[in-house]
């Protein structure tokens, strides 16, 4: 079963998430082997928010995150922001059932994770991105699928990596109906 | 004067709570009853479940905290459980235990009128509002910043302006001195008991540094302990009694002081406060005696403090050249939190860092593990020049603490927490579980070794951080406030754990805003004040010097007032013969 | 990292004075209409216009350098990439080919490709100042309050509000658990395999997310209790009333968006076609 989250939290957890994912997005990228690629770890947030906190608040958390980087950045290129969006919102989706909050999670969740964060990547970064720059940008074609197919495999990796170890190390952090005891 | 006594506005009667994750309950069969027009002290060791009971009656539980309730509770009248949140907090104001997590508006003023823009008052209505709460809680004059640029004491009274503005009849108040220095203390404490007497408004209030609430007058004490409450009485009462002794909780100095006289204060001489109690003469002679009586044992006591003795010749650990520290704030603009501080910290000593908010106490600590960059001087670590070491090398020799325990805690369990750093640094499996074993003890987490950390009260998380740096048993340990939110039972545990690792050669340097513990571990503090050194002197010396201590926000404690009481000229032979007696009746029943 | 680099910037000038939602409106339709538009001199114009209210809003380049720098670095390898991967696009596009240098395999440079990506580049000098002399000259409470007044639901602009909230103190959040975190040996830097800087990573990141797990517990608490959420609406706080000069901007916007709708019909297509 899914732990449903009063509407206020749902808010608040937009507004921290996007915080979060501006922070880690803007400040923290580790340089990798090949050129001017970096790890985007804060897809790997975004897809543990999507499994904490649903659907709804992963989308508009990548959304409002990733164009206030923009927006202080590179300036709004609107196909990218909604990729970040769409990514959030379909591993919410494909993961609404989860017992994370209980404090569950096992190989077959792990499965279930890896999947999602491979099919939302897909349907991100090699669907709406790329789709998006031909349509809004007319981006010639051949550029963006390069593009995209990078941002698909990089984030990817990190993101199902990642976000297992995070959730695996979170859902320790769980504690279990009456199972708390002082111990001598 | 037989008028009736005022209705109840809170009502607890056989009320249980307990957590979802937890087997057994929190909160035991509370009796509780608060009239309007009171205030009322909640105190009890850490973990003893106040911040549970004020969550019980704004609502939190079991609107936010999931878990099993029986017994009756009534606020305004009304079950918490049964009405929306918001129905609860129009009858009772919370200010929480992190006043941080409390402001969430950009600007003081937006904060203020968080409340009145939910509540869709017109926007034209607000600023005089705004302007009447926020002269109530004294923050009149800082309505266009942001919360970066308010000191902890700061947002404190913005969280409480921002609960006022709805005219609230409670205001429920979980530690709110928690990070203030005494000075800004004090000025809390005449804050709220200003609201409560001009304005008319219930205080229910919870705070382990019960002297300084008793700085104003409070109607009624509450002492809890594992989750029951164990008296509830008119604080000369109870601090007449002894019970708080019993319970883990140290009453104020002045009364401790007299029960080792062989005086003890009785209730009808009002003990709340040491300038206006009534002392009758064989109090003061025995006083006077024990002090004298006494010499012997509080030279000795000096002694095994730190060892001040030959502290010039040994070696240094950490020497401080003209440090300087610029913090930049934005395009072109920076604060200078450290301004030409030198200091030389001898291997083997225990020294104290005090000053006021803002002060610069933890920049300097910071300076000095390397999370903040010099931008001036030098500081030499055992000697050699810490210039460029990496965060990780200088981490080897220097243990740093930090004030927010949430910033270190990164394992879910306590037991893994504290195993990271030895495991990073290499250790053995076996050398690692009997050094965590050994601090799990000192530091009382035996019981919740394996609990999650989630599931742990606040003080109970911050005593986390402590072991898990005295496991790393580093040659110099920085501890940034270790006893903020700590009951007194807990704290002499570890200080006393502290004193001996110092005693074995380990450097300590506490960053703290506890006069007394500065005057009971350590024999010379650095006083800082707007990122400066006034003073490197005893601590002694520091609060007997009345422009010294006003210009770092320091306050005596009530010793000095009771030494002046009793005639006793030099405040300090007092302090000393209370420190030594303290520790020898720790000795006796530990 | 500790200077903040999203910044309101306190200078008053002219743009500083006017209404958020007037701001808003501009730097939206600014973005909206560039991103129809493809007609070069649309793009041109809106380029100059956009880099002439720079000019007058007392915002120097030095308060903006570092993102500045980051931008054309940007622009230069999206330039080059589009001309990697499609030298040939501008031909495609305008059904000529005038080649004025003869490269190696495909790699010919045509005038019909230089305009193409000339219009891309100006595509981004477009919009890019707009936006950035949005934020920097736009106190952010008013960001929320000038998208609630635009009719987006209060809820989601607030989650703004508190996005730019709590930026800062993630920010310093973030540096101190690392800081303290390799200070107990987690190293993360370069001194280290790129596998075991991973394992300290996450050994930062879980005191992050943990805490930000609780903070956002704590402080939906706290909204709770001070009544957010009760009602179907909320005022603001923050509103600079509309003025004159405001409704001047929101024309010039509508114009903005309204001018790329109407050369998509004029040019018959996206691009304006100079080689017809
Ligand atoms: N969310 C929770 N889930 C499970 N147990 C909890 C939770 N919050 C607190 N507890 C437990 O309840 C007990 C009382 O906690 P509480 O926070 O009320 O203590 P406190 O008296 O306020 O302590 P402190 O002075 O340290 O703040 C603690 O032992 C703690 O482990
Ligand atoms: N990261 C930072 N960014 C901006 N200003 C800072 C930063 N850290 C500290 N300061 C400023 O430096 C000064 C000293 O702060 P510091 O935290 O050292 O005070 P402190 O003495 O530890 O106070 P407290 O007793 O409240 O903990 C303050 O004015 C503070 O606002
Ligand atoms: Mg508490
Ligand atoms: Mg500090």
Redesign the interface.
């Known amino acids: 079963m899914t732990r449903t989250h009063?509407?206020?939290?749902q808010?608040?957890?937009?507004?921290?998430?996007?915080?979060?994912f501006?922070?880690?997005g803007?400040?923290?990228a580790?340089p990798t082997p090949i050129p001017?690629t970096s790890i985007n770890?804060q897809y790997a947030?975004l897809a543990?928010f999507a499994v904490?906190y649903g659907p709804l608040v992963a989308a508009?958390a990548g959304l409002?995150?990733h164009v206030?980087i923009?927006?202080?950045?590179?300036?709004?290129w609107?196909s990218w922001e909604l990729a970040s969006g769409v990514f959030g919102l379909v591993v919410g989706l494909l993961l609404l059932r989860n017992a994370i909050a209980e404090g569950e999670f096992g190989r077959a969740f792990a499965a279930r994770f890896t999947l999602a964060v491979v099919l939302a990547n897909a349907v991100a970064w090699l669907l709406i991105a790329p789709a998006g720059d031909v349509l809004?940008?007319?981006?010639?074609?051949?550029?963006v699928w390069?593009?995209g197919a990078l941002a698909f495999v990089t984030n990817t990796v990190t993101a199902a990596?990642?976000g297992l170890?995070?959730l695996s190390?979170?859902a320790?952090?769980?504690?279990?109906?009456?199972?708390?005891?002082?111990?001598? | 004067m037989t008028t009736a006594p005022p209705p109840p506005l809170i009502e607890l009667s056989g009320y249980s709570f307990q957590?979802?994750?937890?087997?057994?309950p929190t909160l035991h069969d509370i009796d509780l009853v608060v009239r309007r027009g009171e205030k009322v002290l909640i105190v009890g060791a850490s973990g003893s479940g106040k911040s549970t009971l004020l969550s019980a009656i704004n609502g939190l539980i079991p609107h936010h905290h999931r878990g099993t309730a029986s017994g009756t509770l009534r606020v305004g009248g009304k079950d918490p459980a049964e009405v929306p949140l918001v129905e609860t907090a129009r009858v009772a104001g919370t200010v929480l235990q992190d006043s941080n997590s409390q402001f969430v508006g950009l600007t003081v003023a937006e904060d203020i009128a968080f409340s009145l823009e939910n509540q869709q008052v017109p926007s034209a209505e607000m600023p005089a509002r705004i302007e009447r709460a926020a002269a109530l809680a004294g923050i009149g004059d800082r309505l266009a910043d942001s919360p970066h640029d308010l000191s902890g004491g700061q947002k404190q009274r913005v969280a409480v302006a921002g609960v006022l503005v709805d005219d609230v009849e409670v205001l429920l108040l979980d530690e709110p001195l928690a990070n203030l220095d005494p000075a800004s203390g004090r000025a809390a404490i005449e804050l709220i008991d200003d609201l409560h007497r001009d304005h008319s408004r219930t205080i229910l209030l919870v705070e382990h540094r019960l002297e300084d609430v008793l700085h104003r007058d409070v109607d009624r004490i509450v002492l809890m302990d594992g989750g029951r409450i164990v008296a509830d009485a008119p604080p000369a009462q109870l601090l007449a009694s002894g019970l708080l002794e019993r319970h883990g909780i140290r009453p104020p100095l002045h009364v401790a002081a007299l029960r080792y006289a062989g005086a003890p204060v009785r209730a009808e001489q009002r003990p709340a406060r040491s300038a206006d109690m009534d002392l009758d003469e064989d109090q003061i002679a025995a006083v006077r005696r024990w002090v004298r009586d006494g010499g012997d044992a509080a030279a000795a006591a000096a002694d095994g403090a730190g060892g001040a003795d030959g502290v010039g010749e040994r070696a240094p650990a950490l020497e401080l050249e003209q440090l300087r520290c610029e913090i930049p704030v934005g395009p072109e603009r920076s604060t200078l939190a450290l301004a030409e501080v030198s200091a030389r910290i001898a291997r083997g000593e225990m020294l104290g860092v005090l000053g006021s908010n803002g002060a610069g106490k933890s920049t300097l600590a910071r300076v000095i593990c390397g999370f903040e960059r010099a931008t001036g001087g030098r500081l030499r670590i055992g000697g050699v020049d810490a210039h460029g070491w990496s965060l990780t090398e200088r981490g080897e020799r220097v243990g740093f603490v930090l004030q927010e325990p949430g910033q270190m805690i990164s394992?879910?369990?306590v037991t893994e927490e504290i195993a990271l750093g030895l495991r990073a640094r290499g250790l053995g499996r076996e050398e690692s579980e009997g050094r965590t074993a050994a601090v799990l003890e000192i530091c009382g987490l035996?019981?919740?070794?394996?609990?999650?950390?989630?599931?742990l009260s606040h003080g109970q998380r911050k005593r986390v951080t402590i072991a898990s740096v005295l496991a790393l048993e580093p040659e110099v340990l920085i501890l940034d406030e270790p006893t903020a939110g700590q009951d007194f039972a807990h704290y002499t545990e570890f200080m006393d754990f502290l004193r001996q690792v110092n005693t074995a050669g380990t450097t300590v340097v506490l960053i703290t805003h506890d006069m007394h513990l500065a005057l009971e571990y350590t024999e010379r503090v650095l006083v800082l004040s707007g990122g400066r050194l006034l003073a490197d002197e005893h601590p002694a010396v520091v609060l007997t010097d009345p422009g010294l201590a006003a210009r770092a926000d320091l306050v005596t404690t009530g010793l000095h007032e009771l030494a002046r009481r009793c005639g006793i000229t030099e405040g300090h032979t007092l302090v000393r013969r209370f420190v030594a007696a303290d520790r020898a009746a720790r000795e006796v029943a530990p | 990292?500790t200077a903040p680099?999203?910044g309101y910037i306190d200078r008053p000038g002219p743009l500083h004075s006017l209404s958020g939602v007037s701001k808003l409106v501009l730097a939206l339709s600014v973005?909206v209409g560039a991103?129809i538009g493809?007609d070069l001199r649309y793009l041109v114009a809106v380029s100059a216009g956009s880099l002439l209210l720079w000019g007058i809003s007392r915002v120097r380049l030095r308060d903006l350098a570092v993102?500045l720098w980051?931008?054309v670095i940007?622009m230069v390898?999206n330039n080059i990439?589009?001309f990697?991967?499609?030298p040939g696009?501008g031909s495609e596009?305008f059904g000529t080919e005038h080649v004025l240098l003869d490269g190696p395999w495909h790699w010919d440079v045509t005038a019909e490709q230089l305009v193409y990506q000339l219009a891309?580049t100006a595509?981004?000098f477009a919009?890019?100042p707009a936006?950035?002399l949005?934020?920097a000259t736009t106190r952010p409470p008013e960001f929320a309050s000038s998208l609630a007044r635009l009719g987006v639901p209060y809820?989601?602009a607030?989650?703004?509000?508190?996005?730019?909230?709590?930026?800062p103190?993630?920010?310093r959040e973030?540096r101190t658990i690392s800081q303290a975190q390799q200070a107990r040996g987690m190293d993360t830097s370069r001194n280290v395999a790129l596998g075991t800087?991973?394992r300290h990573?996450?050994s930062i990141?879980?005191p992050?997310?943990?805490g930000?797990?609780d903070?956002?517990?704590s402080?939906?608490a706290a909204?709770?209790l001070r009544g957010?959420?009760r009602g179907t609406g909320r005022t603001w706080l923050v509103r600079t009333p509309l003025r004159g000069r405001d409704a001047l901007v929101i024309t010039v916007s509508a114009a903005l968006v309204a001018v790329p709708i109407v050369l998509l019909v004029v040019n018959g297509g996206?691009?304006w076609n100079p080689f017809a």
């Open positions: 009063s509407p206020v939290t808010v608040v957890a937009i507004g921290i998430g996007a915080a979060l501006f922070v880690l803007r400040f923290v580790i001017n770890i947030i543990v904490l508009l409002i995150g206030l923009d927006a202080t950045g590179y300036g709004i609107i809004f940008y007319s981006e010639p074609a051949n550029k390069v593009q990596v990642l170890l995070v190390v979170y320790r952090t769980r504690t279990r109906t009456g199972s708390l005891s002082h111990e001598q | 957590y979802r994750a937890q087997s057994a394992q879910p369990q035996r019981p919740f070794r394996s609990w999650p950390v989630s599931a | 990292m680099l999203l973005v991103m493809f993102v980051l931008i940007f390898l990439g589009i990697l991967f499609a696009y596009l891309v595509k981004y919009v890019l936006v950035l949005f934020v809820r989601f607030y989650a703004v509000s508190l996005a730019l909230r709590y930026i103190d993630v920010q973030f800087r991973i990573l996450t990141l879980m992050l997310l943990l930000t797990f903070r956002i517990e402080v939906s909204m709770e957010f959420g996206r691009f």
